[in-house]
């Protein structure tokens, strides 16, 4: 009987001890096997999402500047017709930091050669999508050395090198943390606002490109979407916005 006494009194006193821990460390005796998650973590949806708003908004931001430095002239760089946003620059943030982060941990020679090559890469095709959806290109290379069809040139595909090298190796390990320390409930909802934000940027610029490209066809638009972008988006307001904008086709 007294060694069944001591027993419960053992039991008793070890009870209590855990009841006191939990009380003060409640977080070490959460569920080991739920570990916390993190916003955006790897390369899933969001991370890319996200790249491309924050290389949208710089790239937009480092044409101003450029074309300010260089041509002495302030001009919209944007690609949509609401805010400044260079869809080249974001789309060219996600293909480029998907492709080389891969190779993170080669020599800054092998990232700054694989960076020429498939931002000219990128440049191009985008030049060609632009061309045949709504018959114009946003930029002529034409008059500058070592282009090919007007394009892309040397020079600039050594800028995307650069600007490659630079992203992968500082820019993005730092941009990838702070895209993590977002809480998952106020990451996720400022996500979907920013698709929402852009769906509707993209569609009406799509609408005014393309309508600019049938106005001429002496063709009455017959949505409200396209009388709309016909209202509110002339030939003369995109030419403003896009100052470097070319017609290929009548």
Same mark, same amino acid.
């Given at each position: 009987?007294?060694?069944?006494?001591?027993?419960?009194?053992?039991?008793?006193?070890?009870?209590?001890?855990?009841?006191?821990?939990?009380?003060?460390?409640?977080?070490?005796?959460?569920?080991?096997?739920?570990?916390?998650?993190?916003?955006?973590?790897? @390369?899933?949806?969001?991370?890319?999402?996200? #790249?491309? +708003?924050? &290389?949208? %908004?710089? =790239?937009?931001?480092? *044409?101003?500047?450029?074309?300010?430095?260089?041509?002495?002239?302030?001009?919209?760089?944007?690609?949509?017709?609401?805010?400044?946003?260079?869809?080249?620059?974001?789309?060219?943030?996600?293909?480029?930091?998907?492709?080389?982060?891969? @190779?993170?941990?080669?020599?800054?020679?092998? #990232?700054? +050669?694989? &960076?020429? %090559?498939? =931002?000219?890469?990128? *440049?191009?095709?985008?030049?060609?999508?632009?061309?045949?959806?709504?018959?114009?290109?946003?930029?002529?290379?034409?008059?500058?050395?070592?282009?090919?069809?007007?394009?892309?040139?040397?020079?600039?595909?050594?800028?995307?090198?650069?600007?490659?090298?630079?992203?992968?190796?500082?820019?993005?390990?730092?941009?990838?943390?702070?895209?993590?320390?977002?809480?998952?409930?106020?990451?996720?909802?400022?996500?979907?606002?920013?698709?929402?934000?852009?769906?509707?940027?993209?569609?009406?610029?799509?609408?005014?490109?393309?309508?600019?490209?049938?106005?001429?066809?002496?063709?009455?638009?017959?949505?409200?979407?396209?009388?709309?972008?016909?209202?509110?988006?002339?030939?003369?307001?995109?030419?403003?916005?896009?100052?470097?904008?070319?017609?290929?086709?009548?």
């Amino acid at each position: 009987m007294k060694e069944s006494m001591n027993e419960m009194l053992h039991r008793f006193l070890t009870k209590k001890n855990e009841l006191e821990k939990k009380a003060e460390y409640p977080r070490l005796y959460q569920s080991r096997t739920k570990e916390k998650k993190i916003f955006a973590e790897g @390369f899933g949806f969001y991370k890319l999402f996200w #790249i491309f +708003v924050i &290389g949208s %908004i710089i =790239g937009a931001i480092v *044409e101003i500047i450029f074309c300010g430095l260089v041509y002495d002239v302030i001009m919209s760089r944007s690609s949509l017709v609401f805010g400044q946003f260079s869809v080249v620059w974001g789309l060219g943030g996600v293909f480029l930091t998907y492709t080389l982060h891969w @190779f993170i941990d080669k020599s800054d020679r092998f #990232i700054l +050669v694989a &960076g020429t %090559i498939l =931002g000219g890469l990128f *440049e191009y095709m985008c030049s060609v999508f632009t061309e045949k959806v709504f018959g114009c290109v946003f930029w002529d290379y034409s008059n500058i050395p070592f282009n090919i069809n007007g394009r892309v040139n040397l020079l600039y595909c050594f800028f995307w090198g650069i600007a490659s090298l630079i992203w992968i190796k500082i820019c993005y390990p730092w941009m990838s943390h702070l895209i993590e320390k977002l809480p998952m409930i106020y990451g996720r909802i400022l996500t979907w606002l920013f698709i929402l934000f852009f769906f509707f940027n993209i569609s009406i610029t799509f609408a005014a490109l393309y309508q600019m490209k049938t106005r001429n066809d002496d063709v009455e638009p017959k949505t409200w979407a396209g009388r709309y972008v016909e209202t509110h988006f002339s030939d003369e307001w995109l030419n403003e916005r896009y100052l470097n904008l070319i017609q290929t086709e009548e």
